[in-house]
């Protein structure tokens, strides 16, 4: 008999620190990584593209047209490079205006279903480590160890401040700190799989914690779940 491949969803709101955290736990444990945000950030970037605006209210066809590049868009994962119809546009998608037209079009239920698939096609042998909004919720609900990870909107926006200076690009705090708020709030109200901890979840709030201790909490949570020893884990070199 085949087995499902292991998943841990890490699911949580902007900035709380998830991405990292996945990253690191998918390399300590082996298994691959999914980087959810990083889709909704494509197809933000393909609408911008095609002159698509963050103010504009869009019409039935472009949403439309929105679900059909969530389905088809030529995207490749190769490590850390993104690349979007060939062309590598890792950095690209990090901008906050491109996180934030993702946030828009995020709220459009054809668009989500369009990307389902594409979501579910990462989880291969031996696992998958997946962050987002809804890994547990919705792309994953069978996933047996699911974490919903999270930080006050403050610290959020202190990392968020050190993402985007580190990557080359300027930031305010202040209008982060409002920017974070506002992005939770449309995350959250909306209609189609809200930003909520799954049924079950481990909720961990990293406020306190370093991205290593949040990793360890993570991975004694994972040992607790599949019934072994912290010390019993594979280790992978390079750790
Ligand atoms: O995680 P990241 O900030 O890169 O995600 C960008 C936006 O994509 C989020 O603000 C959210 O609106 C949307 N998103 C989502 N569901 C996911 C991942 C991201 O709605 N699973």
């Known amino acids: 008999m085949r087995h499902a491949p292991m998943v841990i969803t890490i699911d949580g709101p902007t900035a709380s620190g998830k991405g990292a955290v996945a990253q690191a736990v998918a390399c300590r444990l082996g298994l691959h990584y999914l980087d959810s945000g990083a889709l909704y950030r494509l197809v933000a970037l393909q609408a911008m593209h095609h002159g698509y605006t963050f103010d504009t209210v869009l019409t039935g066809t472009q949403e439309a047209q929105l679900a059909v590049w969530a389905r088809h868009l030529p995207v490749v994962f190769e490590g850390d490079l993104i690349l979007l119809d060939g062309v590598n546009v890792s950095a690209e998608i990090r901008a906050e205006a491109v996180g934030n037209m993702a946030s828009k079009i995020a709220v459009i239920g054809l668009l989500r279903e ?27 609900p069978n996933a047996p160890v699911k974490v919903f990870l999270t930080a006050s909107s403050q610290i959020r926006a202190e990392r968020r401040y050190k993402q985007l200076i580190d990557k080359g690009f300027s930031a305010n705090i202040t209008s982060l700190v409002a920017d974070l708020n506002e992005r939770d709030a449309r995350d959250s109200a909306r209609k189609h799989a809200p930003l909520k901890a799954a049924h079950g979840a481990y909720v961990l709030d990293s406020s306190e914690l370093t991205l290593d201790e949040t990793v360890e909490k993570l991975l004694q949570h994972y040992a607790k779940v599949v019934g072994l020893a912290l010390n019993e884990l594979p280790v992978r070199s390079g750790f």
């Open 114 to 140: 369009g990307l389902l698939e594409r979501q579910r096609d990462f989880a291969q042998a031996p696992g998958l480590v997946a962050d987002g909004r809804d890994m547990g919720s919705i792309v994953f």
